[in-house]
Structures are given as structure tokens and as C-alpha cells.
């Protein structure tokens, strides 16, 4: 228990936060640490550096029958921004208190990332000889759209950290469930993503004659009410079917059959008791738009010309570009329309994985036995973008997962993911570390 809390305070105290530009990050660092702390039982590392101080280390144990399934624990070494005057703690302190680790990543994912390298080196330290090849890849930038980071090693050194099961966030929450009771969800599928800038044009002119004026501030204030009152088409896919299903009281049984109908699913979410709850299912049923920022104008006197208005758009499995551009006309109508050009900032479809899978049954054999409390699995998709998706696109079976116990809720877990007063409970950290270890000589013995 105190390595994996040891390693995890040092993780978070390295402060490898990543602001999306290129020289951020620094995940130097935390590569370098993690190297000094796996060295010892005979490894080997290699590590890839596309830009200087974005780090990635990959170390191996390899297997002894080469037709036995690769295995690749995953996890990634960068941090979002915080802002310290909405913490109780110094986040980047690493402080224990209480029986939880505090720090921004300790749930996202600076914990798994330390458990994985705690399981990997007991494993390596016994001199573990599996069938299967088992791959450790601490992984830089994941919270930049993982260009220097497992973009990057996937596309030029993918024999690196080839396999055919990939293990990494984003899943581990008990569900309360329903008839078969208390679930533990496994994120198989996430959300694509389809940012867009709009470029919104006017007319310029002196600020002190208004009336009647071409402003493009104008416009653009409208069309991001446009934006956020527009309903797109609802889809019940069967991994959100599966999910809602396991919701269970709360929310009440005939919140859930309004989650499960598309004709009610609007109307539900507005009805919903748990707001973070009613943001998630809204995620998983709609394609969404957020206008997230905006520039223009070039002096308060005069009146902007150009203003650009950068959007979060994510998408469904089967949504495409064409579908986005059509549900951005929709929304924004014509004769507004008629002023934007509209300019891909990031774009990536949804990706999923099948559940039917030998990995998908390991992880439930490692529910039956560290989670008395809950009674299998449940999948989920995720409406952030996770580096899985890199290796979905190779051919690999990508999970998120990791063990929590029930005090992390969905709705609390949602709280602290990119947001103040970041934690995780010892107990958590010692079952993940536990569960890796099982599922290893599950899939690979």
C-alpha cells in the first residue's frame, strides 16, 4: 500500500501540466520517475520524445508463446490546469489526509498510472514468465489530444506498444444496478470529436452609430444562443441501453424507461433530480455542441468585422462530418449562416470496442473477486476522448477501467474528474494495483 501511495504523491508533486501548448507538460518527469522506480528486476525502456520534454516510456515483459495475446497497461502522465483558489489543499501537493491522496490526477489518471507500474514491478520483481507479452506505456499529452503522445508512438513506433488488449481510464464505478444488483462499469466506447471555428463576418463601422449595424459580436452572441437551444436527433445506442438499465434507484425506475426511450429523453433529462447524472446521459444521447470561446473585435470604438467562435461538437458512433455540418446549419438557420465559414480545429470519430472479448471476462473473474459489493460488469461509453481510441483504430480491444469502492459514485466521480479538491481513497489505489495483477495472469498465465 505505501508504494503505489508513495508513487502516486510523486506523480502529482512533478506537476507535468499540460495547457495544449507544445512546450507544456514536461512529462520528462514523471517518465523519469517512473524508469527509476521500475529499474532493477532486468527491464528494458525505450522512450520517444517527438517534442523535447514530452516523454513516453514503454518497458515490456515479454511473453513465451508467441501466438498468446499481447496485454498493454496504459497510462498517462500529464495533468490538466487547476486553479488553486478553488482548493482546500495545495494541488499539487500529494498530501494524504484522511486516507485519500489529494493532487490534481489523482483520479484522472495518475492513480492508475502508479498502480499499473506497482502491479508491473511485483510481476517483473517475481520474475513473471507469462505466455503472453505484458507492455507498461507511460504515455505523454493524453489531455491534448495525445499528439505527442500515443498519436504519435502508435504512428511511427507502433511495434512498440503493439497489442491486442489495451487497458487504460475512465471505468471502475460501481453502479447501483438493477434486478441482478450492483454493477462496475467498463468503458468500452467514447465519443468522436468534431471541433469547429466559426468565422462569423460583419460589417465595420464607428461605434457610436449602432443602429442598424452589421456587427459581427452581434451575431455571433446569437448564434451561440442558437447553438446551446438547438435539439439534436437523440440515439439510444445498446452500450447506453445496457447502462441506464443499470442506473437503479436512484434515479427512480421511471426516469430510467424515459432514458430509454428516444421520444422521452429530452423531456426526462429536464426532470432529472442529479444534474451531473442528467449531463451524462444528455452526452450519451445527443451529439453535442458547446461554444467554448470566442475572439473579435479589434477596439471598443469600432465596430468587429470578424469574430471566431470555437465549438466542442462531439459525436455518436456512426455520426459523421456531413451529419455535424448539417446539425450546425439546423441549428444556426440560414440567414445567419449566410455569414459563417465554418473551419476544422480536431477531428476523430467515436470508437468502440466489442464486449465479447477474453479481456471483457478477465475483468469480470477480477470483479467476482476483489468487489464483493457488486455483482459484474457494466459497459459505458465516455464523452471525453481517452487515448484508446489510438489503439481502437490499430485493431486493439481498449478498455477503461480500474477498481473504485462504491463511496465513488458516477456523480462524484464527475466532481473531481478536471476539478477541484481532486482525490482518491488508499483503499481504491490497493484494489486497482490488486486487480492488474489478477487480470494479468488471467489473460496471459
Wanted: with cysteine; aromatic share 6%; hydrophobic share 40%.
Amino acid at each position: 500500500m505505501d508504494e503505489v501511495v508513495e508513487l502516486l504523491q510523486h506523480l502529482i508533486r512533478n506537476a507535468c501540466v499540460n495547457d495544449g501548448t507544445p512546450e507544456s507538460g514536461q512529462e520528462v518527469r514523471n517518465a523519469s520517475l517512473l524508469r527509476d522506480y521500475l529499474e532493477g528486476p532486468g527491464l528494458d525502456f525505450e522512450t520517444y520524445e517527438p517534442v523535447p520534454g514530452r516523454t513516453s516510456l514503454v518497458t515490456r515483459i515479454e511473453g513465451t508463446d508467441p501466438s498468446a495475446p499481447t496485454l498493454c497497461l496504459m497510462g498517462h502522465t500529464d495533468v490538466v490546469p487547476v486553479t488553486p483558489e478553488g482548493w482546500r489543499r495545495d494541488p499539487f501537493g500529494g498530501e494524504l489526509v484522511d486516507g485519500e491522496v489529494w493532487g490534481r490526477g489523482a483520479i484522472d489518471m495518475l492513480n492508475l498510472t502508479a498502480s499499473m507500474a506497482v502491479a508491473f514491478k511485483g510481476l517483473a520483481r517475481n520474475g513473471y514468465r507469462p505466455k503472453g507479452t505484458l507492455i507498461y506505456f507511460a504515455v505523454a499529452d493524453e489531455e491534448a489530444s495525445g499528439t505527442h503522445g500515443a498519436e504519435w508512438v502508435t504512428e511511427h513506433e507502433y511495434d512498440a506498444v503493439r497489442s491486442d488488449f489495451v487497458l487504460t481510464e475512465s471505468g471502475g464505478i460501481t453502479m447501483p444496478g438493477g434486478e441482478d444488483g450492483p454493477k462496475v462499469t467498463v468503458t468500452i466506447a467514447e465519443k468522436g470529436v468534431a471541433w469547429r471555428r466559426l468565422r462569423i463576418t460583419g460589417t465595420p463601422g464607428h461605434g457610436s452609430m449602432p443602429f442598424g449595424t452589421d456587427n459581427a459580436v452581434v451575431k455571433a452572441a446569437e448564434i451561440v444562443r442558437r447553438l446551446v437551444a438547438f435539439r439534436p436527433h437523440v440515439a439510444v445506442t445498446d452500450t447506453w441501453k445496457l447502462f441506464a438499465s443499470a442506473l437503479g434507484p436512484p434515479p427512480p425506475p421511471e426516469t430510467t424507461v424515459g432514458l430509454l426511450d428516444p421520444a422521452r429523453v429530452d423531456d426526462t433529462l429536464t426532470t432529472m433530480d442529479d444534474p451531473r447524472l442528467a449531463k451524462l446521459a444528455h452526452a450519451c444521447t445527443h451529439m453535442t455542441f458547446s461554444p467554448n470561446v470566442i475572439l473579435g473585435g479589434v477596439k471598443t470604438n469600432v465596430i468587429p468585422d470578424v469574430v471566431d467562435l470555437d465549438v466542442d461538437i462531439r459525436t455518436l458512433p456512426g455520426e459523421t462530418s456531413a451529419d455535424v455540418e448539417r446539425n450546425l446549419a439546423d441549428a444556426i438557420g440560414p440567414g445567419l449562416m449566410s455569414s459563417v465559414t465554418v473551419e476544422v480545429l480536431h477531428a476523430g470519430e467515436a470508437t468502440a470496442s466489442p464486449m465479447h472479448t477474453p479481456l471483457w471476462d478477465a475483468l469480470g473473474r477480477a470483479v467476482g473477486s476483489f468487489t464483493p459489493w457488486a455483482n459484474g460488469l457494466v459497459p459505458r461509453m465516455t464523452a471525453g476522448g481517452t487515448d484508446a481510441r489510438f489503439f481502437r483504430g490499430k485493431g486493439a480491444t481498449a478498455y477503461g477501467f480500474g477498481l473504485f469502492t462504491p463511496a465513488m459514485t458516477t456523480s462524484e466521480f464527475a466532481t473531481r474528474f478536471h476539478g477541484n479538491d481532486e482525490r482518491v481513497d488508499v483503499e481504491s489505489l490497493l484494489l486497482t494495483t490488486q486487480m492488474w495483477t489478477s487480470v494479468v495472469h488471467d489473460l496471459l498465465d
